[in-house]
């Protein structure tokens, strides 16, 4: 019953927003230019059906390329960091210096490098960039958190490096590595979208490259379906990783424990 209510409650309160949309949009006359109705978004969304999945598929190939590219990358830097405190100590500033710059700023000068015959490699780079840094704080963190005692006591039997990284410190990082991927994930989607705004008219062929086409156009009703498509998209890739942490977490983690 109560998972029941949690599916119902948010699907209740979406639909009096769309019905209470809909009426105000037809009670003030709105012009469809300056805000469309949900039907007529529904309608603009069937009528361009082909050419946003089109949109959304290329979209998704990077935002799942960085995301994974964010993951080894994350994951491989938090294990290097916890071998060693001097390496910790001396690239993490950088990774928080690339973090706090608006990728923006820098994703000119990343499809300058790349160059333009490149695209695809250079929307995944600043995509990996906007979502490395929550899995490295994740993973970096959870490595560090491991129990002292446990591992002295790995040590007094004649356990290796190797053994206490994979029996001790990586079990007790999985849940903080998997809510860094939670947060990334979200986040490798935006930077896909903000790369695909930053690389302009001629090579994008994304969901950005749609909202722009269609603002310019003034088809706002189409603009809308893009962005309902982007944030579709965001919310399932959050529901995908959130059972993936439950699913790997379930049984002995207490933050995955079902309680009366």
Avoid: C
Avoid at 76 to 93: C, D, G, H, I, N
Avoid at 118 to 141: C, D, E, M, Q
Avoid at 163 to 181: D, F
Wanted: no cysteine; charged share 10%.
């Amino acid at each position: 019953m109560k998972r029941l209510a949690d599916i119902l409650l948010p699907l209740a309160i979406a639909v009096l927003f769309l019905g209470a949309w809909e009426w105000a949009v037809a009670h003030w006359q709105v012009p469809v230019y300056v805000l469309p109705g949900p039907s007529a978004i529904a309608r603009a969304f069937a009528g361009n059906f082909s050419s946003l999945m089109e949109a959304l598929a290329s979209t998704l190939t990077v935002t799942l390329e960085a995301f994974l590219a964010a993951t080894l990358l994350g994951i491989t830097t938090a294990v290097a960091f916890s071998q060693s405190r001097l390496l910790e100590r001396t690239l993490y500033p950088y990774a928080v210096i690339l973090q706090v710059t608006p990728v923006v700023a820098i994703a000119p000068l990343i499809l300058i490098w790349v160059g333009f015959d490149h695209i695809n490699l250079a929307l995944v780079i600043i995509a990996t960039i906007v979502a490395f840094f929550p899995i490295l704080a994740g993973a970096t963190l959870g490595l560090k958190s491991a129990d002292f005692n446990l591992i002295d006591l790995a040590r007094l039997y004649g356990a290796s490096q190797v053994q206490i990284l994979w029996r001790i410190r990586l079990p007790t990082a999985l849940p903080y590595l998997l809510s860094g991927m939670t947060t990334a994930g979200g986040l490798a989607l935006i930077g896909a979208v903000v790369a695909e705004f930053v690389a302009g008219s001629g090579t994008a062929t994304g969901l950005a490259w749609r909202i722009i086409e269609s603002g310019n156009r003034l088809e706002i009703a189409t603009l809308f379906a893009a962005l309902a498509l982007l944030a579709m998209t965001g919310v399932l890739i959050f529901a995908a990783l959130s059972l993936l942490e439950w699913w790997l977490l379930r049984r002995w983690h207490e933050s995955a424990l079902s309680r009366p």
